[in-house]
Every structure is written in structure tokens, then in C-alpha cells.
């Protein structure tokens, strides 16, 4: 089946650094990508939606000049979060839609720590 | 705004009982309807998918979808322990991105 590669699974940065997540389709092409945060006990909030070689769209409170998106291939899309804050520690799940029929594949998700 | 209504519970089922999640959406123009099963610090799993009006069954799972009341329900039939977990309901909203409930925690019971 259909398989999205993220990574890294977790990661811990200080405050004020910049991280890089990265989600690959390995087996087929993921024309968009869709980029989702979760805070404990909460569900997954979409951010951002991607589409290969466009610029990302994002959900109204999203701050793009802080959550940076590239999808430059139609098999890698990253997501970079720059100046993170604790309040950014949070799991950050990547999802690709390959068409009607096949749905929606997710990645493994990364856990984000910032101290 | 597009919203995923969940019960968030704790839902309490003993091992062997149907265990029945219920979630209503406000977009009527809504299309396709996914059940999803979480685990605490893991990526959401397909359970199911529908698209059309009734029932669609896949082993203990049956989706059922009613477009006029806007609601969708997942029934889990001879519950075990291992579906201990929480199932998020997504519908599509605009563009094809999933809109997700709150989720509904299971607990089965031995």
C-alpha cells in the first residue's frame, strides 16, 4: 500500500531555532499534501494544504511566515517551523491525498519539543 | 465554519459488546466520510471509509452514513481490548482537506 515516509519522528530543539520536518511518498505521486498539528487531547487542526510546485495555502491563524512549507517534488514536501517557541511543541502529522479512490495516506507524525 | 461534532466520552464497553460512535458535520456539501482509529502518540489509521447513503461493512466495522441528518456513525461489533483507542471522524471539507472531530475515546473492558 501506499506509504508516506516522515521524519524525524521526534525532535527536541531550543527556543529560537529553526526545524525542518520532511514527508516522502515513497510509492506514489502526492500532487497535494496536507499539513495537520495536535495538541494533547485534541484533534489534528489542518495549517496548510500543499500542492506540487505552488505556493502552500493556509488555514486562517497560521502564521506562513513562521510555518514554512515547500512541496518542490511530487514525492517530498517539508515543513519547516522557524523561531519555534514552546508553545509550538506539539505533533505535526503530514497527510497525502492520492485521488478519489485511494484517500488519504498519513505519516507517522513527528513530536516536537521545544525548550 | 466547518465543524466535526464528537462525544468525547470515555465510551466503556465490556470485551465481546458492540461498541456504537456517533458524529454529526455541518457542511452539507460534504462528499466522502472517514473513520479513523488513534493511538496515544501514533498517526491516525483508516478504519473506514463512506461515501454514499446506508450502511458499508468491513469485518466488525460498519460505517453508516445519512446525508439528510448530516451524520455518520461507526458500529464495532464483538469489541476487543486492542480497540481500546480513539476514533476521529473526518470529512472532506474544501479542497480535499480532512476536517476532524474531537474524537471519541473507546475503552473495552476484559
Known amino acids: 500500500g501506499a506509504v508516506v515516509s516522515q521524519h524525524p519522528s521526534w525532535v527536541i530543539c531550543k527556543s529560537g531555532t529553526s526545524v525542518k520536518i520532511e514527508c516522502r511518498s515513497l510509492?506514489?505521486?502526492?500532487?497535494?499534501m496536507f499539513w495537520y498539528r495536535q495538541f494533547p487531547k485534541q484533534s489534528l487542526m489542518l495549517m496548510a494544504t500543499s500542492n506540487e510546485g505552488s505556493k502552500a495555502t493556509y488555514e486562517q491563524g497560521v502564521e506562513k511566515d513562521k510555518f514554512l512549507i515547500n512541496h518542490a517534488s511530487l514525492t517530498l514536501s517539508t515543513l519547516t517551523v522557524t523561531s519555534a517557541h514552546p508553545e509550538d511543541s506539539s505533533f505535526y502529522i503530514c497527510?497525502?491525498?492520492?485521488?478519489?479512490?485511494?484517500?488519504?495516506?498519513f505519516g507517522s507524525g513527528t513530536r516536537l519539543t521545544v525548550v | 465554519q466547518k465543524e466535526v461534532e464528537q462525544n468525547s466520552g470515555p465510551l466503556s464497553v465490556p470485551e465481546g459488546a458492540i461498541a456504537s460512535l456517533n458524529c454529526t458535520y455541518s457542511?452539507?456539501?460534504?462528499?466522502?466520510f472517514f473513520w479513523y482509529r488513534q493511538y496515544s502518540g501514533k498517526s491516525p489509521e483508516l478504519i473506514m471509509s463512506i461515501y454514499s447513503n446506508g450502511d458499508k461493512e468491513d469485518g466488525r466495522f460498519t460505517a453508516q452514513l445519512n446525508k439528510a441528518s448530516q451524520y455518520v456513525s461507526l458500529l464495532i461489533r464483538d469489541s476487543q481490548p486492542s480497540d481500546s483507542a480513539t476514533y476521529l471522524c473526518a470529512v472532506t471539507g474544501s479542497g480535499y482537506a480532512l476536517n476532524f472531530g474531537k474524537g471519541t475515546s473507546l475503552l473495552v473492558t476484559p
Open positions: 497527510s497525502a491525498r492520492q485521488g478519489a479512490i485511494y484517500g488519504y495516506t
Open positions: 510509492d506514489f505521486q502526492a500532487t497535494t
Open positions: 457542511d452539507r456539501g460534504s462528499q466522502s
